[in-house]
């Protein structure tokens, strides 16, 4: 054979090869452009890119950080002790010091954080950060300080509403926090252990937590749950997405040790500027009430009711006269929408509800016999109607530390009474602190005065002086019973 015949196929196949090489090497070279799927179970949400550039690209978190940190305060509260000079302690050292010694107890200092939400200083925080307090000194990322007033607060919520004499502040955005996603990129930025303008990272862990913390019957848990670390000094700070938007309010920890354990607990914003707007224009937040009992539709609840399914909130009862009465909701019935939005716990539909006012309509879908039904229900207050409340009247009752609720013609039936108001709750407050009366006392007359309502009680507690005689009954008992005290 001649060498010709095989010098072709070999310069064919040293070319194909160099070929080959070069082709691996350039796409070698080509990043791969990684695209997610349409299934809706892997969308993200609308703030983040459907493209991932790289697989292990970082997150970056410094735009946040930068966006959210001059809007996020410094809060310091002072609580001066008040000293009783009829002590007898007090007149003893008077007698043997003189009128000038130095017995006034030193003031305690709390610190807290704070978002500015307007241009002209409101600040939004936590109620227990400024709770009792005397003097508020708010210090701004700038390192300047204001001192600030409570403009009101709202206990169910644990918010508060202070606000600083300053213009032209950096003010923060907020986000949808119905659109926040379990998983989603979060920053917790406040001043934990007053060390200012800190930032952490963390995911969102959960939405719609109730961890108990809040006391009362009015109280609304449904926390958005994280993982970035918060600890004493954070509450009253921002929880914020990537965008540097506000998404909650850093409000509690969940820690056998008292400091970070692993998750913190944050208001989410769709309630925190509800509770902003009604305290600015009404003085107090305005809540309106479905008027259920509620339960969580777990297996055990799904077998004892035989249900088919364990999604939605189970309606265990609906006072009568109340919205959820008037919108024909019944027990045994199983929420599964508000508005449009899914609740799947009692704490997801107490979010829900609280965003509306008494008279405000919204659209109930629930499931009865297998069938699905849209409702109409038209929210009330808890005097059982859909007007404003006013705030002098809620003070009126936070200063005698009650909640009271009017009583159904059953329960008036039952004690054999023309009229009366119960005593649903009691607080601190003049009753707890000057009387014995107990939770469930029905008051049927003030001062001699029947009183069939709140706005009776409110009218005979006006402008009152001096000494207050309250006279009233407990269901089941058939005496009379007089409690005594001063305003």
């Known amino acids: 054979m001649s060498i010709k015949k095989f010098a072709f196929p070999m310069v064919l196949s040293i070319f194909s090869a160099l070929v080959a090489v070069g082709l691996y090497k350039t796409f070698e070279k080509t990043p791969k452009e990684i695209k997610l799927t349409e299934d809706p179970a892997l969308k993200y949400s609308s703030n983040l890119s459907k493209t991932v550039a790289f697989q292990n690209q970082p997150v970056d978190f410094t735009y946040a950080a ?3 940190t001059p809007t996020v305060v410094n809060i310091q509260t002072k609580m001066i002790p008040k000293i009783n000079q009829q002590n007898p302690y007090y007149q003893s050292f008077r007698y043997f010091f003189g009128d000038n010694f130095n017995s006034s107890p030193q003031p305690k200092v709390a610190f807290g954080s704070g978002v500015i939400i307007t241009n002209d200083g409101y600040i939004i925080t936590n109620n227990h950060v400024v709770k009792n307090g005397d003097e508020i000194e708010v210090t701004l990322h ?5 001192s600030a007033k409570v403009v009101g607060t709202d206990e169910s919520t644990d918010l508060a509403i202070i606000k600083i004499d300053a213009q032209d502040l950096p003010a923060m955005q907020f986000a949808n926090s119905d659109q926040v996603k379990i998983g989603e990129w979060v920053l917790a930025v406040g001043n934990p252990f007053n060390l200012t303008s800190t930032v952490t990272a963390g995911i969102v862990s959960a939405k719609g937590r109730d961890i108990n913390i809040l006391k009362g ?8 749950q994280t993982d970035a670390a918060v600890n004493p000094g954070n509450s009253g700070g921002a929880l914020v997405n ?3 938007e506000l998404i909650g309010i850093n409000t509690a920890i969940a820690t056998p040790t008292g400091t970070y354990a692993g998750y913190s607990f944050a208001v989410p914003t769709n309630l925190v500027q509800k509770v902003f707007h009604d305290i600015v224009e009404y003085g107090i937040v305005q809540r309106g009430y479905l008027g259920i009992s509620i339960r969580e539709v777990n297996s055990e609840i799904a077998e004892e009711k035989k249900l088919k399914r364990l999604s939605g909130v189970y309606v ?3 006072a009568p006269g109340s919205a959820a009465d008037d919108a024909s909701i019944k027990q045994g019935d199983i929420i599964l929408q508000i508005n449009g939005m899914d609740v799947n716990s009692p704490s997801e539909l107490q979010e829900q509800v609280a965003k509306y006012h008494p008279g405000d309509n919204i659209a109930i879908t629930v ?3 297998d069938n699905s039904k849209r409702l109409s229900a038209t929210l009330k207050n808890l005097d059982g109607n859909t007007e404003i409340v006013k705030r002098e009247h809620v003070e009126a009752l936070k200063a005698l530390g009650v909640e009271i609720e009017e009583l159904s013609s059953k329960e008036l039936k039952a004690m054999e009474i023309d009229g009366g108001v119960k ?3 009691l607080k601190d407050g003049k009753l707890r602190s000057n009387t014995s009366v107990k939770e469930g006392f029905v008051i049927t007359k003030i001062d001699n005065k029947p009183i069939r309502s709140r706005e009776d009680l409110i009218k005979a507690l006006e402008n009152k002086k001096g000494g207050v005689m309250l ?11 007089y409690y005594a005290f001063g305003v």
Do not use: C, H, W
């Not at 019957?217 to 958005?224: T, Y």
């Open 471 to 481: 006279e009233g009954r407990y269901p089941g008992y058939s005496g009379v019973y």
């Open 316 to 318: 265990d009862g609906v």
């Open 66 to 68: 930068a966006i959210s």
């Open 367 to 369: 499931l009865r016999d």
């Open 217 to 224: 019957q009015s109280a609304i848990e449904s926390f958005i």
């Open 423 to 425: 005593i649903r709750e």
């Open 242 to 244: 990537l965008n540097g």
């Open 142 to 146: 700038d390192k300047s300080t204001y």
